[in-house]
Structures are given as structure tokens and as C-alpha cells.
């Protein structure tokens, strides 16, 4: 079986590498032959996180390459979006060369809502409802979350299955040496574009360092400060993201409850969990279905629930190793590549075999 995936961006990018691209192994192993092409390629990502501007005919040249791939798109057996074809066209650039091929997509966020919320009113009244055709043609929509999937069904997706963004457990686990530290480590992983989501407990975290020995680690952002909390920066790379949430104590997810924040799906709580490490998290979209409060983590719905989860932990270390141990264990069953892979396998093969 051969199969083009259509990722958004390359390697470099979070949700084209771990929604599709951490797969092809498994998939490989299965039979399964999987040409990746991104749409934005890694140049694209460090531009946009080093806030350089991104020129028109860079642009240009590489929504060009994807019009003649999709020139050949029928020698595959299947085609694989993730979120759409071309960001910012109608979905009529689009319709003509999907509907001559079987096709899955792919969704991790609320994509749509950056249409249909954009502040634009032209954005609004041509692109509102992209998304929506583009998952009612489509031979499966996957997604990430039950927000998500619901979106799916009212745009009137032939069939949806929710498949969860996980982890591969070979590479994620509970560190094997128990560093003690002398201060208890706040973890938080994310992008430049997120780290604003920080604003949200910055006080809470000033009250909680004036009171334990705590630091906050943070990966993906080169500089960021809170006044009167100690914060490391360290540069994201994807051979050290294992390190990084094995090194910290407690891993946090504060987001901003609005309707782009509930169509997450929780990756980083996923990663924190995998190697045992327990998690207070906002309660906005999935959030509340991956953290089970005081089994694995807490859910902290204002400033003072998150003092009263920060305080918990930050007093008890075997109720962090409890937690954690029982996170670790939600995910494997869960959350783990090795347990959704074969969900994946089968839907690609039930559309292969009913055309």
C-alpha cells in the first residue's frame, strides 16, 4: 500500500511530527509505504519563531511544488492531510484535486476557529466554512479530541475516529536513576507562540517561591521571566525532549479557556505523564479526560486551585512518584503509539479495501 502524506510543515513542526511522521516506522513495518511532503518546510518554522518575515514568494514556490504533487496524487492508494491542502485558499483550489482521490484528514487543533473567529469579515465569509467541506468529502476525518470530533459530525464527515496525539513508549519513560534535586522543578514544554499561556500562573508561582524551593524549567523559548520566580530557558531539540520531562517534578498545562484552547489535544501533559511525572493542567477541552484529579495529577481551575495543587506536590515528594506512576500507566494504555498504531493501520486498510 502507498500512501502521500500531506503534512503542514516538516520535522520542525510539533503536530506534522507527532500526528503522522512518528508512524511511519510502524507503519513500514506493516506493509505500508508512506511518502511525506510538507507544505511549509523547516526554514518556514525558524522564520516564524525568530518573527522574520516570511516572503510572498516563498510562499508562492512552495504552494506551486504542491500543486504538481498533487498532479500525481492518483498513483498513490491513498492520501493523507493533515488539516487542509492549502492554508488561506478556498476550498475550491482544493476540491478538484481531492475529489480524484481517496483521502484521510487529520486534525490536532480547532483550524477551523482561525477561520470562522477571524477578525477579518472577507476571511470569515470565504473561508468559515472550509474546513467543514473539506471533512464531508473526505473518505475518514481523525481527530484529536471529542470537540473536534463533534465539529466533524455536524460538517457531516462520512466517519470520524478520534485518535488521540500520543507518545512513542520506547522512547518515553520513567527516568531509570532518581535524581534528588535541592529545589522542585516546574516544567512546562511548548513553542514561543504558547508561552503566554505562562502569563496565567505567574503570580501563582511568585506566592509558591516565596514559600519552597521551587524553579521553573522551561523548553522552547529562549528567554522568558517571571519576577521573583527563577526560570531556565533551554532551546528545544527533539533528541532532548525525553531529558527535559524526566528531569522535571511537576509538569504544568495552564491554557485560557476559549474555543481555539478546546480543540488541543494535551501533548504535553501526554509527554509529562509518560515518564511518571504528575501534571496540573487548566480544565479546557481534553485536559479533563487525560488528568484524573488526585490520581494522577490536578485540574486547577483558577489561580487558587492552582496554589492548593502546587502546595500538595510541592509537599509530598511520594505523592508526586505515586501520581506520576499512575500517569505513566494511563498513558501506555492510552496515549502510547504502541497502543493506537493498529487503530490507524485499520482504517487506512478498511478505505483501501472498500474502493
Not at 99 to 128: C, E, P, S, T
Not at 320 to 339: E, N, P, T, W
Request: proline content about 4%; hydrophobic content about 45%.
Amino acid at each position: 500500500m502507498k500512501i502521500l502524506c500531506l503534512t503542514k510543515y516538516d520535522s520542525l513542526g510539533a503536530s506534522s511530527r507527532v500526528r503522522s511522521m512518528q508512524y511511519i516506522p510502524y507503519l513500514a513495518a506493516q506493509g505500508i509505504e508512506v511518502t511525506v511532503s510538507p507544505l511549509l518546510g523547516n526554514d518556514y518554522i525558524q522564520k516564524i519563531y525568530h518573527r522574520e518575515k516570511i516572503s510572498f514568494w516563498y510562499l508562492l514556490k512552495r504552494y506551486v511544488a504542491r500543486f504538481k504533487l498533487l498532479l500525481k496524487a492518483k498513483s498513490y492508494d491513498l492520501v493523507w492531510v493533515e488539516k487542509e491542502v492549502f492554508i488561506y485558499l478556498p476550498f475550491i483550489f482544493e476540491k478538484w484535486f481531492l475529489k480524484r482521490v481517496n483521502y484521510i484528514i487529520d486534525y490536532d487543533d480547532a483550524v477551523f476557529h482561525n477561520y470562522d473567529l477571524h477578525r477579518n469579515v472577507w476571511v470569515r465569509r470565504f473561508l468559515g466554512k472550509k474546513i467543514a467541506k473539506v471533512m464531508a468529502q473526505a473518505n475518514h476525518v481523525m481527530v484529536g479530541n471529542q470537540y473536534l470530533a463533534d465539529y466533524a459530525k455536524r460538517a457531516g464527515a462520512r466517519d470520524v475516529t478520534l485518535i488521540p496525539t500520543v507518545v512513542d513508549m520506547t522512547k518515553y519513560m520513567p527516568a531509570q536513576n532518581i535524581v534528588v534535586h535541592h529545589k522542585i522543578i516546574v516544567g512546562w514544554i511548548g513553542t514561543p507562540k504558547t508561552v503566554h499561556y505562562l502569563k496565567d500562573i505567574a503570580v501563582v508561582l511568585q506566592k509558591l517561591s516565596a514559600r519552597f524551593p521551587i524553579v521553573l524549567y522551561i523548553m522552547g523559548v529562549s528567554h522568558y521571566q517571571i519576577a521573583g520566580v527563577e526560570v531556565h530557558c533551554v532551546p528545544w531539540a527533539e533528541d532532548k525532549e525525553v531529558a527535559f520531562v524526566q528531569s522535571i517534578d511537576i509538569g504544568v498545562m495552564p491554557l485560557i479557556d476559549c474555543a481555539f484552547e478546546r480543540g488541543k489535544c494535551g501533548y504535553k501533559l501526554i509527554q509529562y505523564m509518560a515518564v511518571g511525572k504528575p501534571v496540573v493542567a487548566s480544565p479546557i477541552g481534553v485536559n479533563v479526560e487525560i488528568v484524573e484529579p488526585e490520581v494522577n495529577g490536578y485540574l486547577a481551575e483558577d489561580q487558587a486551585a492552582w496554589m492548593r495543587a502546587f502546595e500538595t506536590l510541592c509537599q509530598d515528594s511520594n505523592l508526586r512518584l505515586g501520581m506520576g506512576r499512575r500517569g505513566h500507566q494511563k498513558i501506555v494504555a492510552h496515549y502510547s503509539l504502541q497502543a493506537i498504531a493498529p487503530r490507524l493501520v485499520t482504517i487506512m486498510q478498511s478505505i483501501r479495501k472498500s474502493v
